[in-house]
């Protein structure tokens, strides 16, 4: 079945640590997004991509990093800039910028805790 | 003022009841979705809606475009519809922009 992995499903990070969250989808999609959740907030996005080996920042990118060598593969990097990572990350993707045509497909997410 | 308002932002209800969630824009749409997010935290998508209803199952969708509101509706409740249910709406500069999401309890 297609769909979106993202791992790991909890992380946890240490001051002063770049820590980098995974997300690859079999479903030929041509944009992905990483959003951000934080409690009583709606989502908010931090990068998105609309092809291979282009991104934008979105708008909360400050302190996160993120690369799109691969269709698949959109990883985002949470480095040590980033002052209050301590969130709920969701990768998404749709066929393409425009994915009102088509929906959006989420991922699982992943939990990262600064310790 | 956010640009999307859900409410009510909790919600519990016993097995079987009529449950009615509201979304309130106020920017110009090309979409509007619908989301649940299980406790786990991943998300499934609902809806998209562009104009009048849909409906999957037990759930409707209806939106009113004139009016900038759009409502989620599940019929005959049950337990596993637990759930946060989020309205995202999709401005004409193709921004998603979110809701804070409803939280809805089910018992049975």
């Known amino acids: 079945d297609g769909g979106i992995t993202q791992s790991p499903k909890y992380l946890f990070r240490k001051e002063g640590q770049n820590v980098t969250l995974s997300c690859e989808q079999n479903l030929n999609h041509d944009a992905m997004y990483w959003y951000r959740q934080d409690p009583g907030q709606g989502l908010r996005l931090i990068y998105y991509?609309?092809?291979?080996?282009?991104?934008q920042k979105g708008d909360i990118a400050e302190g996160y990093s993120v690369s799109r060598e691969k269709k698949e593969s959109f990883p985002l990097t949470v480095t040590s800039a980033q002052k209050n990572p301590t969130a709920f990350y969701l990768c998404a993707s749709s066929i393409d910028l425009r994915g009102w045509s088509y929906g959006y497909t989420f991922g699982s997410g992943t939990r990262l805790t600064v310790v | 003022k956010n640009e999307v308002e859900q409410s009510p932002q909790n919600l519990t209800a016993q097995e079987g009841e009529f449950i009615t969630i509201n979304c309130s824009y106020s920017?110009?749409?090309?979409?509007l979705h619908w989301l649940q997010q299980h406790p786990g935290g991943g998300i499934v998508s609902l809806f998209m809606l562009s104009s009048g209803k849909k409906k999957h199952g037990r759930l409707i969708a209806t939106i009113n475009i004139q009016e900038k509101h759009s409502s989620l509706h599940i019929t005959a409740s049950h337990p596993r519809d637990s759930a946060v249910y989020i309205c995202a709406v999709r401005s004409y500069t193709d921004k998603l922009i979110f809701g804070t999401g409803t939280r809805l309890q089910v018992f049975p």
């Open positions: 920017v110009g749409i090309s979409a």
């Open positions: 991509s609309q092809i291979v080996n282009d991104f």
